[in-house]
C-alpha cells in the first residue's frame, strides 16, 4: 500500500475489522473504544480508550490493532491510550447493539436495566447479578422463558 | 526527596494507595466467596480499584520523575512508603467486614472523586471523571450488601455489628488534614478531605439506620496510614504476599 492511497477512512475500515476481545461479535469501532484516527504522511495515529479503567483488554486491542494494521502495510503506527473523555456505552454503535442482542446480550440502557430478554424478547426480566464474566456486563434472568442471560452495563 | 512537586507526589500516592490496598484484599476472596454471583462481583471490584490505580500511580509516577512506573510504585515500595488509610489494608475477616469495608470507603469515594472532578489539575480531574463511574457503581452494590446482611438473620446481623464495631475507629482517618492536605486544597487541586465529611455522615448514618447496624459512639480514629507514619502490622504481610513475583524476579513481565 502506498502513501498515496491511504486514508481516514480506509483505516476505519480496517479497524471495523477487529473483533472485540471479551465480546467477539461486535468490533473495537462498533464498541466505541476507538476515538480517532488521524494521518500525517503515510504516519498513523490511533487514539483508544478503555471501556472500564481496569478493563483487561486493552493489552489485547492495542496488539491487535498493531498486528492488523501491520498486515495491511502501514509502516508507522502511534496507539494513544487516553481516558478522558471517560468512555460511555453511548458510543457504542446501534450496529453493535443489534449484533449484542442477537448475539444473546442484552444492549445498554439508559435506565440502567435490560429492555427485554435477548431469547425470547419477553420484557419480565430480574437482576441476579450486578456483576458478570466480563467487568462490562451483569447478570440477569428472563422470567418467562427462564433463561439466565447477561446484560451489557450502562455506565 | 528529590522530586519536584512532592505535594503533589505525595497527594497521588495517597489516592492511588487506597484502591491499590483494598483491589488486593479485595481479589484474595477470588474463588473463596460465598456463592458465584458475590465471587464475581468481588474479582470485578477488584479489577476497577486495580485500574484506577494504575492511572492514579502512572500520574504519580511520571510527578515523581525519578524513572519509575506505575507498576514501580505498586511493587517495589515497602510498608512505609505506603500511603493508604489502615482500613483498608486490615485482613478482610469475613464476607460482613469485606462488604462493610466496602461500603464505608465507597460512602467517602462518591462525593470525594465528585470534588475532584473540578480539580485544577487536568489529569486528577480526568481520572476523577473515569473513577467516580465505576465507584458509584460499587456503591450501590455495597450499600444494598449492607442493609440486606444487617437487616438479615440474627447471624448475618451479628457478624454486621461485630464488623462496624471493629471497622469504625479507622474510618476516621479518610478525613485527615496535613501539611499535604492543606498544599493541595491551595492550589484547588481538591478540597480537604474533610470537606467530604458531612455527606459521608448522612449516608452512613441512613444506610446503617436501614440495616438496623450501630455505629460506636466514640470519636477515637486510628492514623498513621495515609502519612505513612505507623502502618498496621498487617500491611507488611498482604505486601509480601502482592509483591513476591517482582520481588523475586524483578522486571518480569506477563
Ligand atoms: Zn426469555
Not at chain 2, 486495580?50 to 510527578?63: D, H, N, R, S
Not at chain 2, 481538591?190 to 440495616?211: C, G, H
Request: net charge negative; with cysteine; charged share 20%.
Amino acid at each position: 500500500m502506498s502513501a498515496q492511497t491511504l486514508t481516514v477512512e480506509q483505516v476505519w475500515e480496517w479497524l471495523e475489522q477487529i473483533p472485540d476481545p471479551e465480546i467477539p461479535v461486535i468490533s473495537i469501532v462498533d464498541l466505541g473504544v476507538v476515538r480517532d484516527v488521524t494521518l500525517q504522511d503515510d504516519k498513523v495515529k490511533v487514539v483508544i480508550t478503555p471501556t472500564y479503567s481496569g478493563c483487561p483488554a486493552m493489552r489485547e486491542i492495542a496488539e491487535s490493532i498493531t498486528s492488523e494494521l501491520a498486515g495491511r502495510g502501514v509502516r508507522q503506527l502511534s496507539l494513544e491510550t487516553r481516558i478522558a473523555p471517560a468512555w460511555t456505552t453511548d458510543w457504542m454503535s446501534d450496529t453493535g447493539k443489534s449484533k449484542l442482542e442477537a448475539y444473546g446480550i442484552a444492549a445498554p440502557q439508559a435506565k440502567g436495566e435490560p429492555k427485554r430478554c435477548p431469547q425470547c424478547k419477553s420484557t419480565a426480566v430480574e437482576k441476579i447479578s450486578q456483576f458478570g464474566s466480563t467487568p462490562c456486563k451483569a447478570q440477569w434472568r428472563c422470567l418467562d422463558c427462564l433463561e439466565p442471560f447477561e446484560y451489557f452495563k450502562c455506565i | 526527596m528529590t522530586t519536584s512537586d512532592p505535594y503533589l507526589f505525595e497527594f497521588l500516592l495517597r489516592q492511588g494507595d487506597n484502591p491499590l490496598v483494598l483491589g488486593h484484599r479485595t481479589s484474595e476472596w477470588c474463588g473463596h466467596a460465598p456463592a458465584l454471583e458475590e465471587d464475581i462481583a468481588l474479582a470485578n471490584t477488584a479489577l476497577d480499584l486495580i485500574g484506577q490505580t494504575q492511572l492514579w500511580l502512572g500520574y504519580a509516577a511520571e510527578v515523581e520523575g525519578q524513572g519509575r512506573s506505575n507498576n514501580d510504585l505498586a511493587y517495589l515500595r515497602d510498608v512505609y512508603d505506603f500511603r493508604n488509610v489502615l482500613m483498608l489494608e486490615v485482613p478482610n475477616e469475613d464476607f460482613a467486614r469485606t462488604m462493610l469495608r466496602q461500603f464505608l470507603f465507597d460512602a467517602f469515594q462518591v462525593p470525594w472523586l465528585t470534588e475532584l472532578q473540578s480539580s485544577s489539575d487536568q489529569r486528577v480531574s480526568d481520572i476523577a471523571v473515569k473513577s467516580l463511574k465505576e465507584a458509584l457503581y460499587h456503591f450501590e452494590r455495597s450499600a444494598d450488601t449492607v442493609v440486606a446482611l444487617g437487616d438479615g438473620t440474627e447471624v448475618s446481623h451479628e457478624h454486621m455489628q461485630t464488623a462496624l464495631n471493629y471497622l469504625w475507629p479507622y474510618s476516621g482517618e479518610l478525613f485527615g488534614t496535613d501539611d499535604t492536605d492543606k498544599a493541595i486544597e491551595e492550589r484547588g487541586i481538591a478540597p480537604l478531605p474533610s470537606s467530604v465529611r458531612e455527606a459521608w455522615n448522612v449516608t452512613v448514618s441512613t444506610t446503617l439506620a436501614a440495616a438496623t447496624l450501630t455505629a460506636p459512639d466514640d470519636p477515637f480514629a486510628h492514623s498513621g496510614g495515609r502519612t505513612g507514619k505507623r502502618h498496621t502490622e498487617h500491611l507488611g504481610h498482604m505486601l509480601a504476599t502482592m509483591q513476591i513475583l517482582q520481588r523475586s524476579h524483578p522486571g518480569a513481565q506477563w
